[in-house]
């Protein structure tokens, strides 16, 4: 039974305008939560993480919304650039316990 | 140097053979992990290694087997393979086990025939 699940398999956005990625898991011990993006014949790259003490956590273009009620999280970018295309893995481990559990990505297409 | 380095990128090997995938970093990084990524699946962790002894076995089969000869390096030796073994095998490293923040290599593509 997979613990962290992205629904989304692929998302399709115009240059500029906002993606939103959504991510959610069952587990409520997870405390720490993760976005990792991937491009095609290379490795998960980490993007942006947030402790379940915040809701929002924000890096240049990226941001991370935790609802932890909702056991939802969200990452949204703006504004979408066609570099931006890749697969992006939602993550999330609990305490220092350092076991990731991975969503099973989506697949974010930035049109130009 | 911010790199995980795996070699090799791909491979090819008989259900006989023996084999080994090696990955390494040079960020000083403590807590060492492999994963495996088969298709559109998201990788699942195998082994985390920390400051050099085995943490973390995901009651993975005896047919893998981690090395970790010193801190840069992390070995997985293959033997007696099957093909469901076939996969993209993900190396990571991070500052310590506490550490949310990992940094993977590129992956070997590893094919059993």
């Known amino acids: 039974d997979q613990q962290v699940k992205q629904n989304s398999p692929s998302l399709s956005v115009q240059e500029g305008r906002i993606s939103i990625l959504n991510c959610d898991y069952t587990?409520?011990?997870?405390?720490?939560f993760l976005w990792y993006k991937k491009y095609p014949a290379e490795g998960p790259t980490f993007l942006i993480s947030?402790?379940?003490?915040?809701d929002k956590n924000e890096d240049g273009r990226f941001t991370v919304f935790l609802n932890k009620s909702a056991k939802h999280l969200s990452l949204h970018i703006v504004p979408s650039q066609p570099g931006d295309s890749a697969v992006y893995f939602c993550?999330?481990?609990?305490?220092?316990?350092?076991?990731?559990?991975f969503g099973s990505g989506t697949k974010l297409n930035v049109k130009p | 140097d911010t790199e995980v380095t795996q070699t090799p990128k791909h491979l090819v090997m008989g259900m006989t053979n023996k084999k080994s995938l090696k990955c390494e970093q040079h960020?000083?990084?403590?807590?060492m992990y492999w994963y495996k990524q088969k298709a559109k699946k998201p990788p699942e962790l195998m082994f985390v290694?920390?400051?050099?002894?085995?943490?973390i076995n995901e009651s993975v089969p005896s047919r893998f087997s981690p090395e970790c000869p010193n801190s840069s390096l992390l070995n997985l030796h293959l033997h007696a393979l099957q093909p469901e073994d076939s996969a993209l095998y993900l190396c990571?490293?991070?500052?310590?086990?506490?550490?949310?923040?990992?940094?993977f290599g590129q992956g070997t593509r590893l094919t059993v025939v």
């Open positions: 993550a999330a481990s609990v305490g220092n316990f350092n076991k990731f559990y």
């Open positions: 290694y920390s400051y050099e002894k085995l943490s």
């Open positions: 960020m000083g990084h403590r807590a």
């Open positions: 947030i402790s379940s003490i915040k």
């Open positions: 990571a490293s991070s500052q310590d086990m506490g550490d949310t923040e990992a940094f």
């Open positions: 587990n409520s011990m997870f405390d720490y």
